[in-house]
C-alpha cells in the first residue's frame, strides 16, 4: 500500500504520523506522571517506577530513564509538555536538563519552576551540544557528559564516566595501595581491575555481615542485630508480594526488617512475624496501614 503512494503523499503523511507520535509521547508521559503519583508499580511488586517501565512496558533501561525524568519535570513544569508535543523540545534535551538539575542541587541550591521554564524556553529547538552548552551557562555548571556503557561483542562494557579531581585521585591512591594485591593475581594494575578489587571487596564484606549460623525461632522483647543478620540471610531481597499475580519484587536494594503484623496491632519480634522489605515496599506499606488506623 506505501509502495502506490506519491512522494508528496508519503511525505504528508509522514508529517502526519509524527504529529501524532509527539501527542502520544505528551500522553505517555501523562500517564506515566500519574502512575508515579499513584506508586502503583508498589503494588505490582516493583521497588521502583523504573523497573515497572522496563518489565510491564518494554523499554529499554535509557528509554525508561528519560521518560521518567521528562514526566517528572513536566509536573514542575507543563509547558515542558506543550514543546515536547510541538517538536521544540526532546527527549535528550529534557534529560539533559534534568540530570544537570539535579546536580545543581546536590551542592544545596534551589532551581525554581521558574528557571526550569526559562531554560527549557532557551534550549527550544536545539541541537544537544548547543543544549549542553546552555544548561552549563544557565545553571552555572562545567559541563559534563553523561555516563554512557556500550556492551561490547565479548560481552565486556564499555564505560564512559566523569570522576570529579578528588574521585580520580582517591582511584589512583587506591590504586598504588592495591599495586601489591593486583599484580599476584593477575600482573594488571588498570584502573577497570582496581574498580574490579573495590567492588569484589565491598560486597565480601556486606555478605559478611550477614553471615552467621541460623537460630532457632523464639520470641524477643527487642529486634536484635544478629535476628536481622538471620532473617537477611534466610530472605535476601524485598518479600513484598503482587496480591494478584503473586510476582515477588526481589529488589536487593536498601532492604529493611518489617513487621507482617504492625506492633501497633499487636504484632511481636518472633522470627515468623518478620519479613524483609526494601524501603519503597515498606513506606508503602507503612502509608497503607496508617490510612486503615485513622478510618
Same mark, same amino acid.
Given at each position: 500500500?506505501? /509502495?502506490?503512494?506519491?512522494?508528496?503523499?508519503?511525505?504528508?503523511?509522514?508529517?502526519?504520523?509524527?504529529?501524532?507520535?509527539?501527542? *502520544? &509521547?505528551?500522553?505517555?508521559?501523562?500517564?506515566?506522571?500519574?502512575?508515579?503519583?499513584?506508586?502503583?508499580?508498589?503494588?505490582?511488586?516493583?521497588?521502583?517506577?523504573?523497573?515497572?517501565?522496563?518489565?510491564?512496558?518494554?523499554?529499554?533501561?535509557?528509554?525508561?530513564? +528519560?521518560?521518567?525524568?521528562?514526566?517528572?519535570?513536566?509536573?514542575?513544569?507543563?509547558?515542558?509538555?506543550?514543546?515536547?508535543?510541538? !517538536?521544540?523540545?526532546?527527549?535528550?534535551?529534557?534529560?539533559?536538563?534534568?540530570?544537570?538539575?539535579?546536580?545543581?542541587?546536590? $551542592? !544545596?541550591? #534551589?532551581?525554581?519552576?521558574? @528557571?526550569?521554564?526559562?531554560?527549557?524556553?532557551?534550549?527550544? @529547538?536545539?541541537?544537544?551540544?548547543? =543544549?549542553?552548552?546552555?544548561?552549563?551557562?544557565?545553571?552555572?555548571?562545567?559541563? /559534563?557528559?553523561?555516563?554512557? *556503557?556500550?556492551?561490547?561483542?565479548?560481552?565486556?562494557?564499555?564505560?564512559?564516566?566523569?570522576?570529579?579531581?578528588?574521585?580520580? @585521585?582517591?582511584?589512583?591512591?587506591?590504586?598504588?595501595?592495591?599495586?601489591?594485591?593486583?599484580?599476584?593475581?593477575?600482573?594488571?594494575?588498570?584502573?577497570?581491575?582496581?574498580?574490579?578489587?573495590?567492588?569484589?571487596?565491598?560486597?565480601?564484606? /556486606?555478605?559478611? $555481615?550477614?553471615?552467621?549460623?541460623? =537460630?532457632?525461632? +523464639?520470641?524477643?522483647? $527487642?529486634? *536484635?542485630?544478629? *535476628? +536481622?543478620?538471620?532473617?537477611?540471610?534466610?530472605?535476601?531481597?524485598?518479600?513484598?508480594?503482587?496480591?494478584?499475580?503473586?510476582?515477588?519484587? !526481589?529488589? $536487593?536494594?536498601?532492604?529493611?526488617?518489617?513487621?507482617?503484623?504492625?506492633?501497633?496491632?499487636?504484632?511481636?519480634?518472633?522470627?515468623?512475624?518478620?519479613?524483609? &522489605?526494601? +524501603?519503597?515496599?515498606?513506606?508503602?506499606?507503612?502509608? /497503607?496501614?496508617?490510612? #486503615?488506623?485513622?478510618?
Amino acid at each position: 500500500m506505501i /509502495k502506490k503512494l506519491s512522494d508528496s503523499e508519503l511525505e504528508a503523511n509522514l508529517k502526519i504520523l509524527v504529529a501524532h507520535e509527539r501527542r *502520544t &509521547l505528551h500522553s505517555i508521559l501523562e500517564h506515566i506522571n500519574e502512575i508515579d503519583v499513584r506508586k502503583l508499580y508498589l503494588e505490582k511488586a516493583y521497588s521502583s517506577l523504573y523497573d515497572y517501565l522496563i518489565q510491564e512496558c518494554s523499554y529499554s533501561g535509557s528509554a525508561a530513564m +528519560r521518560r521518567i525524568s521528562a514526566a517528572r519535570l513536566m509536573k514542575a513544569v507543563p509547558e515542558v509538555g506543550a514543546q515536547i508535543e510541538s !517538536g521544540h523540545l526532546n527527549l535528550s534535551q529534557v534529560s539533559e536538563l534534568s540530570r544537570a538539575i539535579k546536580e545543581k542541587e546536590k $551542592t !544545596g541550591a #534551589v532551581v525554581s519552576n521558574i @528557571q526550569k521554564a526559562d531554560i527549557a524556553r532557551a534550549i527550544s @529547538q536545539k541541537n544537544i551540544g548547543q =543544549t549542553q552548552r546552555e544548561i552549563s551557562r544557565s545553571l552555572d555548571l562545567e559541563l /559534563k557528559a553523561p555516563e554512557k *556503557t556500550f556492551v561490547q561483542k565479548d560481552e565486556s562494557v564499555h564505560l564512559q564516566i566523569t570522576l570529579s579531581k578528588e574521585q580520580y @585521585q582517591q582511584l589512583l591512591e587506591c590504586r598504588d595501595e592495591a599495586a601489591s594485591i593486583l599484580l599476584s593475581e593477575n600482573g594488571d594494575v588498570s584502573l577497570a581491575s582496581v574498580i574490579g578489587l573495590l567492588t569484589s571487596s565491598f560486597l565480601h564484606e /556486606k555478605k559478611k $555481615t550477614v553471615s552467621t549460623t541460623e =537460630t532457632s525461632p +523464639r520470641e524477643n522483647k $527487642t529486634l *536484635t542485630p544478629k *535476628t +536481622r543478620r538471620n532473617i537477611l540471610k534466610k530472605n535476601p531481597c524485598c518479600q513484598f508480594k503482587d496480591p494478584v499475580t503473586g510476582k515477588i519484587c !526481589g529488589s $536487593t536494594f536498601n532492604l529493611e526488617i518489617d513487621h507482617r503484623r504492625s506492633q501497633w496491632a499487636g504484632g511481636n519480634h518472633h522470627v515468623d512475624n518478620l519479613q524483609v &522489605l526494601c +524501603r519503597a515496599h515498606n513506606n508503602h506499606k507503612y502509608r /497503607k496501614e496508617s490510612m #486503615v488506623r485513622l478510618l
